[in-house]
């Protein structure tokens, strides 16, 4: 079955750079969620899109962005990068039905080092 | 408001049950289980929403007690493979969005031979 897609996995920038990571939800999944798990801790909720438009915020920090475009990607935009920004970047998406079982299937992470 | 989980830790030998306990100040529409293996992505197991209804796809069993606002997971004869960090995921019932989705801080589930 087909899974949720990231690219890259890895990535390494220095400290002030941007950086762009890219999610590719499960066919006709039209939720994506994008998450920030640090060593050893519980993955942070960031944001999240349903149908193209912003769903929910949670502690996304305002020097990131993200977007989902009509083909239900999603990109997730991180600009003037900081050493606190590295972590693994999950990306999940669901499919809503109606106000129900929203199970979010997680792909396989971009591990973002910065320098 | 991060649910909580407890234990943090618990270590099992294979055939053994363990609970882990997820609770929430706010009223919950759902609760998610999840596994994570070190550096792998977390795994869905289970999902409990308001009314009883359960959707899940392994042999572990849950429990939603909507009047205490708190899940129990269920690790029945335990394997080797159920090895790993369990956290639940919180789905609050608001009137303003579709929910604020929190993880717990995770449960580390160790399985001994």
């Known amino acids: 079955a087909a899974g949720v897609i990231q690219s890259p996995r890895h990535l390494i920038k220095e400290k002030r750079e941007t950086a762009t990571l890219k999610c590719y939800p499960i066919?006709?999944?039209?939720?994506v969620y994008w998450y920030q798990q640090g060593p050893g801790q519980d993955p942070q909720f960031l944001i999240s899109?349903?149908?193209?438009?912003?769903?929910d915020k949670g502690s996304i920090p305002d020097r990131f962005s993200a977007q989902q475009f009509s083909d239900y990607h999603s990109e997730l935009n991180m600009s003037s990068l900081e050493l606190g920004d590295s972590a693994l970047y999950f990306c999940?998406?669901?499919?809503?039905?109606?106000?129900?079982?929203?199970?979010?299937?997680f792909g396989p992470g971009t591990r973002l080092t910065v320098l | 408001q991060q649910p909580v989980q407890s234990p943090q830790a618990v270590i099992l030998r294979e055939g053994e049950d363990a609970v882990i306990n997820c609770s929430s100040s706010?009223?919950?529409?759902?609760v998610h289980w999840y596994r994570q293996k070190h550096g792998e992505a977390p795994v869905f197991l289970m999902i409990?929403?308001?009314?009883?209804e359960q959707k899940g796809h392994e042999k572990i069993s849950a429990s939603f007690n909507e009047k205490k606002q708190q899940s129990s997971l269920y690790l029945t004869a335990s394997q080797l493979s159920y090895s790993g960090t369990y956290f639940c995921?919180?789905?609050?019932?608001?009137?303003?969005?579709?929910?604020?989705?929190?993880f717990g801080a995770g449960t580390q589930v160790v399985v001994t031979p």
């Open positions: 999940a998406s669901s499919f809503r039905e109606g106000r129900a079982a929203d199970t979010q299937y």
């Open positions: 066919p006709r999944h039209d939720t």
């Open positions: 899109f349903y149908e193209k438009m912003q769903s």
């Open positions: 706010k009223a919950l529409y759902s």
């Open positions: 409990l929403l308001k009314g009883g």
């Open positions: 995921g919180t789905d609050r019932e608001t009137t303003d969005s579709w929910g604020k989705f929190q």
